[in-house]
């Protein structure tokens, strides 16, 4: 097992431990609907583990707010990166994703970070 393998699995591990129930809710776009205006959108979710973090004031700028929360996942559990045209939803509440970075090692993601909006 290589380094970045075992990554993987301390990060699953942690997150399993200390993480809640969260969803992933991914968005395809989907035609143009002329007569309303309106894009559809078909929506697929995946239900993983997550460690929810407040976001600290010296992340705070002109794209993260003092109200956003931190969303931390391990990478192996999801098929693809989430983007910020999902959405991720956390005791019923659905947060917009606002950022989305990835921790890897060697070219393989270990764990995705994603600073929601409620």
Do not use: C, F, W
């Not at 997550?50 to 956003?68: C, P, R, T």
């Not at 060697?106 to 409620?118: M, P, S």
């Amino acid at each position: 097992m290589g380094l970045a393998q075992s990554l993987e699995k301390v990060a699953d591990n942690v997150i399993d431990a200390l993480g809640a129930d969260v969803t992933i809710r991914y968005v395809t776009a989907g035609s143009y609907n002329t007569t309303t205006g309106v894009i559809a959108e078909t929506e697929s979710d995946t239900n993983i583990k997550g460690v929810v973090q407040n976001i600290a004031q010296s992340e705070v700028n002109e794209l993260v707010q003092a109200s956003d929360k931190r969303l931390i996942v391990a990478a192996k559990e999801l098929a693809t990166a989430p983007e910020t045209k999902d959405r991720v939803v956390i005791s019923s509440v659905v947060h917009q994703i606002v950022e989305v970075q990835t921790i890897d090692h060697d070219n393989t993601a270990i764990t995705y970070e994603l600073v929601l909006r409620a």
